[in-house]
């Protein structure tokens, strides 16, 4: 599989969550990709949380239902390690529908409301630090 240059950061799509243009940050220093949610509650039918994006009202505010979901423990590049719950989903870059794994985490602090890290990006991606929005620019 050929590898398509991705920049530092970009907007994508999320199909299956009905987000669009949402702005992502590439991050090769983390492992796992993340999305900004808080309100996050385990309860009998699944994961409720709640999608955080000031950018776009439509969004911020909307709430998620996840009835798959894994629980892995995440240490943060401070060193505190966190319970996080990760779901599976999809993501749109580059006019290509990919699966993707999201932490649900509450990024607050963060610019960026979704994190890719390299698990996702190995063997699909190179990264060029000097470039922005390379996939939302082809549509």
């Keep these: 599989m050929e590898k398509k240059v991705i920049g530092r ?12 243009e949402i702005a992502i940050k590439i991050d090769t220093g983390a492992y796992t990709s993340s999305i900004h949610c808080n309100n996050i509650i385990e309860k009998d039918d699944g994961i409720h949380c709640t999608f955080l994006d ?10 998620f239902i996840f009835e798959d979901y894994d629980i892995t ?4 590049s ?9 779901v599976q989903s999809n993501i749109k870059l580059f006019q290509k529908i990919y ?18 890290g390299r698990k996702f990006l190995t063997k699909k ?14 549509k």
């Design 9 to 20: 950061i970009d907007k994508a799509d999320f199909p299956s969550l009905h987000l669009k």
């Design 54 to 63: 000031d950018e776009h009202p439509d969004y911020n505010g909307k709430e």
């Design 73 to 76: 423990f995440v240490r943060s």
């Design 78 to 86: 401070n060193g505190i390690i966190q319970k996080r719950y990760l």
């Design 99 to 116: 699966k993707i794994t999201l932490s649900l985490s509450d990024r607050q602090e963060m610019r960026y409301p979704v994190l890719i």
């Design 125 to 138: 991606f190179i990264v060029d630090t000097e470039l922005i929005d390379v996939s939302f620019n082809m």
